[in-house]
């Protein structure tokens, strides 16, 4: 979260929660004061699901005096005191504080520190405003709720330490987070929402079922997949590769590097180069033959002087030399598949009849993000992309774009997504040939073509200013997980600017070169922040189809002739390519179920002499429970049926 000073006027723009929340915060140090009348208060904004105040007082805050605290903020609630505006002078306000009388219930022998450093950094000529509740005096821009009796329902949630003003060289000051609702009940559900988000934590479950790993060695944000996880990217991809050969897409495949050249003409570096890895270097092999130490002639004085310790350093050195001077080649890891596809585009002459040509690959990508933001598989430094490029002529555009649109809205509805929202994030003129390709026409027609589209379809979605790529304008697929979990899961780029640099060409009924418009999508995202998703969003419970272990079969017994016919079982179902194993553990029936459920196997097959006799097994589901006994043959097709179908459950 940035520390920056928000103006006037972005305060005018926060939501009505957001006031409440804020307002929430002078009640929060009201109470403090109450308790600890020497406290010293920084900043309280409202933050995402909350808000906080910065204190800095000799008593270190814990949970065990949270009570305490909200004791006293619900006094201040149940005063309804009004929260009153006052704009003072600049002296006035230094006077104020000076007398120790800012974020405080009275004048007091301390100043106020870091509300007299916040009034230095009041821009000159801007409004200095205080805001008084009961006997609480703030010097705040605001805005704030009516009353205090309007601040709702609230609670204390943790405390942290935070430098004044973000900065390290400042005081290390206590951070006092709340939350706050209007009502009760939303302040219930949002607690109920994070203990199951706890629960469904995909970090903890993939840990618990043996999905993924992270290893030091290995290195921070390169998620290595287990078998089991390893199953539930390849049911993806097939999903991904079935639908898109339905579509008309054909699949590519490209290398993991390329030279700096290639980036350089797509315009990844210099503009993305901080979100690559660093460059390998290496000599240009135009030059191999030019290595200095393959070159005795270069050395010939040197080397016709006796061979002293003293020679040989002046030898080194000057081949160190030469070779610095060499001409080097860079490779980069892949940041986007883009680039090697659009060069695939271009290996071949095209034509007017090639399009629209649909490429796609599930690409491996390497992307340097910062340390501090990798988080799980959600922010990760390899990834996997459900990628493809779709290269098209201008009136193609409206169907391929409804097209990908329809492949996005079917993924949503067999995942169970049902609520999502596309951000249509468009240019910013006055930025045009910084932040955005200066190509003030093909932004304004493609922006028009794809809001057109957006609203013949009837999809849900949002315009964003200025958050356009910098090659065109952009849909982010913003989806909830079934807890209301918020992702950011795929986009759907338009680009007019890369086939150009790229120098892309088809020849058009008219027999003239004309350059194709370009879609980038990735309905699926990356398979770890889809996978990441889809654990959070079934509690690791998932469907047959996607289950890394979908039948586990369960002896009753060691009886070798029950063994016999548990693999024959077995091998049935593996001939039909349907992920099974056996526990022929000679532990009891109810041990074994016990551990097949702890792992969340989809279904068991319970096998005891009866069955074995009438050729059955007794099927068992996951959450569902005992479902009896069936004939072998016919629950081999059932399940069959619902995983070629892909069902839900
Ligand atoms: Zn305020
Ligand atoms: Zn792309």
Same mark, same amino acid.
């Given at each position: 979260? +940035?520390e920056e000073r928000?103006?006037?006027?972005?305060?005018?723009?926060?939501?009505?929660?957001?006031?409440?929340?804020?307002?929430?915060?002078?009640?929060?140090?009201?109470?403090?004061?109450?308790?600890?009348?020497?406290?010293q208060f920084a900043a309280?904004?409202?933050?995402?699901?909350?808000?906080?105040?910065?204190?800095?007082?000799?008593?270190?805050?814990? #949970?065990?005096?949270?009570?305490?605290?909200?004791?006293?903020?619900? !006094?201040?609630?149940?005063?309804?005191? #009004?929260?009153?505006?006052?704009?003072v002078s600049r002296d006035e306000a230094l006077a104020l504080g000076k007398?120790?009388?800012l974020a405080?219930?009275?004048?007091?022998?301390?100043p106020s520190k870091f509300k007299l450093d916040i009034i230095q950094n009041i821009p000159a000529g801007e409004k200095i405003l205080l805001?008084?509740?009961?006997?609480?005096?703030?010097l705040c821009a605001?805005?704030?709720?009516?009353?205090?009796?309007?601040?709702?329902?609230?609670?204390?949630?943790?405390?942290?330490?935070?430098?004044y003003k973000?900065d390290?060289?400042n005081p290390?000051?206590?951070?006092?987070?709340? !939350?706050?609702?209007?009502?009760?009940?939303?302040?219930?559900?949002?607690?109920?929402?994070?203990?199951?988000? *706890? =629960?469904?934590?995909?970090?903890?479950?993939?840990?618990?079922?043996?999905?993924?790993?992270?290893?030091?060695?290995?290195?921070?944000?390169?998620?290595?997949?287990?078998?089991?996880?390893?199953?539930?990217?390849?049911?993806?991809?097939?999903?991904?590769?079935?639908?898109?050969?339905?579509?008309?897409?054909?699949?590519?495949?490209?290398?993991?590097?390329?030279?700096?050249?290639?980036?350089?003409?797509?315009?990844?570096?210099?503009?993305?180069?901080?979100?690559?890895?660093?460059?390998?270097?290496?000599?240009?092999?135009?030059?191999?033959?030019?290595?200095?130490?393959?070159?005795?002639?270069?050395?010939?004085?040197?080397?016709?002087?006796?061979?002293?310790?003293?020679?040989?350093?002046?030898?080194?050195?000057?081949?160190? *030399?030469?070779?610095?001077?060499?001409?080097?080649?860079?490779?980069?890891?892949?940041?986007?598949?883009? #680039?090697?596809?659009?060069?695939?585009?271009?290996?071949?002459?095209?034509?007017?009849?090639?399009?629209?040509?649909?490429?796609?690959?599930?690409? !491996?990508?390497?992307?340097?993000?910062?340390?501090?933001?990798?988080?799980?598989?959600?922010?990760?430094? +390899?990834?996997?992309?459900?990628?493809?490029?779709?290269?098209?002529?201008?009136?193609?555009?409206?169907?391929?774009?409804?097209?990908?649109?329809?492949?996005?809205?079917?993924?949503?509805?067999?995942?169970?997504?049902?609520?999502?929202?596309?951000?249509?994030?468009?240019?910013?003129?006055?930025?045009?040939?910084?932040?955005?390709?200066?190509?003030?026409?093909?932004? *304004? =027609?493609?922006?028009?073509?794809?809001?057109?589209?957006? *609203?013949?379809?009837?999809?849900?979605?949002?315009?964003?200013?200025?958050?356009?790529?910098?090659?065109?304008?952009?849909?982010?697929?913003?989806?909830?997980?079934?807890?209301?979990?918020?992702? +950011?899961?795929?986009?759907?780029?338009?680009?007019?600017?890369?086939?150009?640099?790229?120098?892309?060409?088809?020849?058009?009924?008219?027999?003239?070169?004309?350059?194709?418009?370009?879609?980038?999508?990735?309905?699926?995202? !990356?398979?770890?922040?889809?996978?990441?998703?889809?654990?959070?969003?079934?509690?690791?419970?998932?469907?047959?189809?996607?289950? #890394?272990?979908?039948?586990?079969?369960?002896?009753?017994?060691?009886?070798?002739?029950?063994?016999?016919?548990?693999?024959?079982?077995?091998?049935?179902?593996?001939?039909?390519?349907?992920?099974?194993?056996?526990?022929?553990?000679?532990?009891?029936?109810?041990?074994?179920?016990?551990?097949?459920?702890?792992?969340?196997?989809?279904?068991?097959?319970?096998?005891?002499?009866?069955?074995?006799?009438?050729?059955?097994?007794?099927?068992?589901?996951?959450?569902?429970?005992?479902?009896?006994?069936?004939?072998?043959?016919?629950?081999?097709?059932?399940?069959?049926?619902?995983?070629?179908?892909?069902?839900?459950?």
């Amino acid at each position: 979260m +940035s520390e920056e000073r928000k103006t006037l006027e972005q305060r005018a723009q926060m939501t009505d929660l957001e006031r409440l929340r804020h307002s929430a915060s002078h009640v929060l140090a009201t109470a403090i004061l109450k308790i600890w009348p020497e406290a010293q208060f920084a900043a309280g904004p409202p933050v995402e699901n909350g808000f906080y105040y910065d204190v800095d007082l000799p008593h270190r805050i814990s #949970p065990d005096d949270f009570e305490k605290i909200e004791a006293e903020m619900k !006094t201040e609630v149940k005063a309804n005191h #009004p929260f009153e505006r006052m704009e003072v002078s600049r002296d006035e306000a230094l006077a104020l504080g000076k007398k120790g009388r800012l974020a405080a219930l009275g004048e007091r022998a301390e100043p106020s520190k870091f509300k007299l450093d916040i009034i230095q950094n009041i821009p000159a000529g801007e409004k200095i405003l205080l805001y008084r509740s009961g006997d609480f005096i703030d010097l705040c821009a605001g805005p704030h709720v009516k009353r205090t009796g309007d601040v709702g329902v609230f609670k204390l949630t943790s405390v942290a330490s935070a430098y004044y003003k973000g900065d390290e060289t400042n005081p290390q000051l206590q951070r006092v987070y709340g !939350t706050a609702f209007k009502t009760k009940k939303e302040l219930d559900d949002y607690f109920a929402m994070l203990e199951e988000a *706890k =629960k469904r934590d995909h970090r903890r479950l993939g840990r618990e079922l043996e999905l993924f790993v992270f290893d030091d060695d290995v290195g921070p944000g390169l998620p290595m997949f287990l078998p089991r996880g390893a199953v539930i990217a390849e049911e993806l991809e097939k999903l991904a590769k079935e639908t898109e050969f339905a579509a008309g897409y054909q699949r590519v495949r490209t290398p993991h590097i390329a030279r700096e050249s290639l980036y350089l003409k797509s315009g990844h570096l210099p503009y993305y180069a901080e979100s690559m890895f660093p460059p390998m270097e290496l000599v240009a092999e135009s030059a191999e033959s030019r290595r200095p130490l393959h070159r005795p002639e270069l050395f010939r004085e040197l080397l016709e002087k006796p061979l002293t310790r003293d020679v040989l350093d002046e030898i080194l050195s000057k081949a160190e *030399k030469i070779r610095s001077e060499l001409p080097i080649d860079r490779y980069y890891l892949k940041a986007m598949n883009c #680039p090697h596809h659009h060069k695939l585009f271009a290996s071949i002459p095209r034509s007017y009849r090639d399009l629209p040509l649909r490429l796609a690959e599930y690409g !491996t990508c390497y992307r340097y993000e910062k340390s501090g933001e990798l988080f799980g598989l959600m922010r990760v430094r +390899s990834l996997h992309m459900n990628d493809a490029h779709i290269y098209m002529t201008p009136e193609q555009f409206e169907d391929e774009f409804n097209a990908v649109n329809e492949m996005y809205l079917n993924y949503f509805k067999l995942f169970g997504i049902e609520k999502y929202l596309m951000r249509f994030s468009t240019h910013d003129p006055s930025k045009l040939g910084q932040k955005f390709v200066d190509e003030p026409e093909l932004w *304004k =027609k493609t922006e028009e073509m794809t809001r057109n589209v957006l *609203k013949n379809s009837g999809i849900n979605y949002v315009e964003v200013p200025n958050e356009a790529a910098f090659y065109g304008p952009k849909i982010d697929v913003q989806a909830w997980s079934v807890i209301g979990r918020e992702f +950011s899961i795929a986009t759907n780029q338009v680009d007019f600017a890369q086939p150009r640099s790229f120098d892309l060409r088809y020849k058009d009924r008219d027999n003239v070169d004309k350059i194709p418009i370009c879609i980038h999508r990735a309905p699926l995202g !990356t398979h770890e922040r889809f996978i990441g998703f889809l654990i959070e969003h079934y509690a690791g419970n998932f469907p047959l189809w996607l289950s #890394p272990d979908q039948v586990r079969i369960l002896t009753i017994g060691d009886d070798p002739k029950l063994l016999d016919y548990a693999r024959s079982v077995l091998n049935e179902l593996r001939a039909h390519q349907v992920r099974a194993e056996i526990d022929d553990s000679t532990d009891k029936i109810n041990g074994k179920i016990q551990r097949a459920e702890q792992m969340k196997v989809h279904t068991m097959f319970v096998i005891g002499k009866r069955d074995m006799e009438a050729n059955a097994v007794s099927v068992r589901v996951h959450g569902k429970g005992n479902l009896g006994a069936k004939a072998g043959a016919e629950a081999i097709a059932e399940l069959l049926e619902s995983i070629k179908d892909r069902r839900a459950s």
